[in-house]
Every structure is written in C-alpha cells, then in structure tokens.
C-alpha cells in the first residue's frame, strides 16, 4: 500500500488510514493491541481518540500467538464503524 520508513511514520499513516475509512460513520469503535510496545500503543490510541469521534475504545496486549508471529514491538489499530 504504502512505504513508510519509520515507525512513528508508519504509525501517522494507519491513523490516517482508519480516518479515512471512518470518514462519515458512526458510532466508530477502536482497539489498539501491542507486543510489548504499551506506551507506542497508548500514545496512538490517544491521538486517534483526539481525532475521531469514538463511542467505545480498547487498550490490550496481542495474543501469544501474534505475538509470537508478529514480534515485539508491534502496534495495531483495529477499528469497527457504523456498526
């Protein structure tokens, strides 16, 4: 999709994808998961929360499966809107 070279780049731009695909929905539903990256995580659920519009958010670790998969330091934004 895109190629971004830094974490907290990379980070800005799913932030800025999720405002995107979340442009004129409600109510807008966030979860941010982590890999051992908790203030990463907590810093871009704040920031989106600035942003949007959100009814219900979650803070969590990733599954140990991920995890293990995806590695430490890993960040996601999931997000459910006009559901």
């Keep these: 999709m895109d ?5 907290s780049k990379a980070l800005d731009r799913v932030l ?4 995107e695909q979340t442009k ?5 539903r966030l979860a941010t998961l982590h890999a051992h990256a908790a203030q990463e995580a907590r810093d ?7 942003q949007l519009d959100v ?10 499966v991920i995890g293990t998969h995806a590695g430490p330091g890993t960040v996601g934004l999931a997000y459910m809107a006009g559901m």
């Design 55 to 64: 009814t219900e958010s979650v803070f969590s670790e990733v599954s140990p």
């Design 44 to 50: 871009l659920l704040d920031k989106a929360i600035q």
């Design 16 to 19: 800025e994808l999720v405002i």
């Design 3 to 7: 190629r971004v070279r830094t974490k």
């Design 24 to 28: 004129g929905k409600l109510p807008i």
